[in-house]
T-cell receptor, first 112, second 111 residues
Framework: DAGVTQSPTHLIKTRGQQVTLRCSPK?????VSWYQQALGQGPQFIFQ???????QRGNFPDRFSGHQFPNYSSELNVNALLLGDSALYLC???????????FGPGTRLTVT | GQQVMQIPQYQHVQEGEDFTTYCNSS?????IQWYKQRPGGHPVFLIQ?????EVKKQKRLTFQFGEAKKNSSLHITATQTTDVGTYFC???????????FGQGTTLQVKP
């Protein structure tokens, strides 16, 4: 039973560029949440997807957008990258209405 | 706003000593979860507390949810080097609401 997978593992981008991060949920899960974790901080909620719709959103600008596909996998897109977007981006999957979340290994994004 | 405060930020203990981290919210939580993140790793779910005054135990770990559902604690008895990591609490303010993480408590255990 595969857990949550994320790709790529690491990414280096330049300011102003755009990036797409990918997540495959744990088998059987239908809900995907994305988090940004800066060094030494707790994960910050970006948004949550269920039934291919954004259900909840945290305090992140519109530069952060996402998508969920019919197979429940998800993408996180960030436009016009800023230096401050450098962080570990975590994807977590769960069953809708069930609170336990399983986190993936994360994508380490560095913006130079 | 919805914010979860966690203290202390760091804790260094001698192996065998006890450890406690505390989590507080200014408003009532629907439920609270605890996660452990090892250095270089990702958060791993430990437990969820839902009921007022709830206490749950996992071997040497004891989790409590306050009567007012505004605070929670994690207590580790007789720490071991395998307990090293950052412990996060994460609260929800409604049943399908977003999860708000505390800043975490990083535990170092000296052998």
């Amino acid at each position: 039973d595969a857990g949550v997978t994320q790709s790529p593992t690491h990414l280096i981008k330049t300011r102003g560029q755009q990036v797409t991060l990918r997540c495959s949920p744990k088998s059987g899960h239908d809900t995907v949440s994305w988090y940004q974790q800066a060094l030494g901080q707790g994960p910050q909620f970006i948004f949550q997807y269920y039934e291919e719709e954004e259900r909840q959103r945290g305090n992140f600008p519109d530069r952060f957008s996402g998508h969920q596909f019919p197979n429940y996998s998800s993408e996180l897109n960030v436009n016009a990258l800023l230096l401050g977007d450098s962080a570990l981006y975590l994807c977590a999957s769960s069953l809708w209405g069930i609170y336990e979340q399983y986190f993936g290994p994360g994508t380490r994004l560095t913006v130079t | 706003g919805q914010q979860v405060m966690q203290i202390p930020q760091y804790q260094h203990v001698q192996e065998g000593e006890d450890f406690t981290t505390y989590c507080n919210s200014s408003t009532t939580l629907s439920n609270i979860q605890w996660y452990k993140q090892r250095p270089g790793g990702h958060p791993v779910f430990l437990i969820q507390l839902v009921k007022s005054g709830e206490v749950k135990k996992q071997k040497r770990l004891t989790f409590q949810f306050g009567e007012a559902k505004k605070n929670s604690s994690l207590h580790i008895t007789a720490t071991q080097t395998t307990d090293v990591g950052t412990y996060f609490c994460a609260g929800r303010y409604s049943n399908t609401g977003k999860l708000i993480f505390g800043q975490g408590t990083t535990l170092q255990v000296k052998p």
